[in-house]
């Protein structure tokens, strides 16, 4: 077992063993945050899919309304009149077969990759370089698109891509620290109704099972599901 840090320790003292109502739990969560650096806000939630199976894995994007508190450096892989388009659209990286070249040399210099449905075949050499990076474009993930403008403006403003990794397990950023908790809770909301409405077909008895929070370096905080999804946004903010 790891060693736990002495602030670490402490910080676990201030967490009961309980399920904490959401907006409670946020604020315990920014309470935990002590790190010198401006921590991230973090969901860890289990559901009950197995994605082995097909119609049981879960990739999909939510807009966070309150934004994730980072800056986003979206590149762009187009052809021809696409790539002024993007360009004019704020991508801060935008080519062709020279920017996928430049990849394939190491460019990674960017946090989100979108590229227009016609350059895909040329873009797919580059799966083993970008898949385990989470960058390769997918039409699930709304990177494969024509609408390059409605797509870099989504990804700049708080959309982010996320999947249920091969434990069931969905991990995702939903904010910083120094967010207020009830804008934290209204992204929360967000990306709870989107794991809802996005639910696998496959997906049999519980589909729930355990949602953490937490600040990066701060101790998990076990939230109230049903408080949560019963949680109007009204109240949420």
Excluded: C
Aim: charged residues 25%; aromatic residues 6%.
């Amino acid at each position: 077992m790891p060693k736990i840090s002495r602030r670490l320790q402490g910080l676990q003292a201030k967490v009961e063993e309980k399920d904490y109502h959401p907006l409670e739990a946020l604020a315990l969560l920014k309470d935990t945050a002590t790190a010198k650096f401006t921590e991230a806000a973090e969901a860890h939630i289990r559901l009950g899919i197995d994605p082995k199976y097909t119609d049981q894995q879960l990739r999909t994007t939510v807009a966070l309304p309150k934004g994730t508190g980072q800056i986003v450096r979206v590149a762009v892989i187009a052809r021809g009149e696409k790539v002024n388009e993007a360009s004019n659209a704020g991508a801060d990286l935008v080519g062709s077969e020279e920017l996928i070249d430049e990849i394939q040399k190491g460019r990674m210099d960017f946090d989100k990759l979108i590229a227009t449905p016609d350059v895909m075949p040329q873009v797919a050499k580059l799966g083993k370089l970008l898949g385990p990076r989470g960058l390769m474009p997918s039409p699930k993930g709304g990177t494969v698109t024509f609408d390059l403008a409605g797509a870099i403006a989504e990804f700049k403003a708080g959309k982010l891509e996320f999947r249920a990794d091969r434990t069931g397990i969905v991990h995702v950023m939903f904010g910083k620290t120094t967010f207020s908790p009830e804008d934290l809770l209204v992204n929360l909301k967000a990306l709870q109704e989107t794991i809802d409405r996005n639910r696998p077909s496959g997906a049999k008895g519980r589909y729930w099972r355990t949602f953490y929070v937490s600040a990066t370096m701060g101790p998990s905080i076990k939230i109230d599901v049903t408080a949560l999804r019963d949680l109007k946004l009204s109240e949420a903010g």
